[in-house]
């Protein structure tokens, strides 16, 4: 694991956050000058800029895929925590933090449709660069904490966890 992602304890969910970290840092991955100094769509004829929104959608709407999945997978967990004040405050407060997330990837994303497409995968990178390692060093692994605290271990073989990841796997 890198700087960005800390483990938090629950092997499952430790492994899809090294799966979503290797995706984001997949996201410029489309752009033949990515890495250079100064790299810019302008630079490029706009055929080539055509081919590289496609490309640069493709990625976009896997990684948000893969984040919708993660989220529900947490949510799913977050379910099994016992009915008292302070895990349903947690609860709203990760819900919340996953929703607003979500919903400035979608917005910055629909951009795609129109506008440079190197700077704004970039600008998606970053803003989940900085939002992934606080979010899961912070809510993550409180949520690990108290599903420890009512729980024994892992929650890999429950059925509708599973079923969950079987989705996704083939979808
Ligand atoms: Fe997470
Ligand atoms: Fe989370």
Redesign the pocket.
Known sequence: MSDIVCKIGHKEIDRQHEELELLIGQIDGFCVRSGEEGAACEQCPDAQIVLCRQQASDIVRHLLKFVSM??RY?QELMRRLPDNEECRDHVRR?QL??AELSAQISRIAGQLREGAPFALATKIQTVLENWTGA??AG??RR?SELHRGHHNGELDDDAELAVLLDRHVHS
């Open positions: 993660h989220f947490e990760h933090a996953h979010h899961i809510l993550d949520m």
